[in-house]
């Protein structure tokens, strides 16, 4: 079955830094394009961070540009969200899915279906 399950989520206060995993099962991450999501109360999900299958291209969206950077480890298989300045409007439940092409229009693939995402919550 393929499954990709985040974490790392958290309390963190305003200012803090924290690091999500998103780890494949069932496939390789090397063979695709994975985007990093979120969906804050009463918001629509957005593109927060792509990374392409080779790990030579990744795309932001403006709101985390300088903020947030987005690796992979093939060998365990895991894509990475590193996230430093947060502020409170970065509260969101966080997920990962595969995308058609990371390019600054990313989009989830429809197949499959979205995990339980991480809960990453800046507050003082």
């Known amino acids: 079955q393929l499954q990709l399950v985040e974490s790392g989520g958290g309390l963190v206060q305003p200012g803090g830094s924290l690091r999500l995993s998103c780890t494949a099962s069932?496939?390789?991450?090397?063979?695709?394009?994975i985007g990093w999501f979120r969906q804050a109360p009463g918001k629509e999900r957005e593109g927060v961070s792509c990374?392409?299958?080779?790990?030579?291209?990744?795309n932001s969206a403006d709101s985390v540009k300088g903020r947030f950077f987005i690796s992979k480890d093939n060998a365990k298989n895991t894509v990475y969200l590193h996230m430093n300045s947060l502020r409170p409007d970065d509260t969101a439940i966080y997920y990962c899915?595969?995308?058609?092409?990371?390019?600054?229009?990313?989009?989830?693939?429809?197949?499959?279906?979205w995990g339980q995402g991480t809960q990453v919550t800046v507050s003082s």
């Open positions: 899915k595969r995308v058609a092409a990371c390019i600054t229009t990313f989009q989830a693939l429809k197949v499959g279906s």
């Open positions: 069932g496939f390789r991450l090397d063979d695709y394009a």
């Open positions: 990374i392409s299958s080779s790990g030579g291209t990744t």
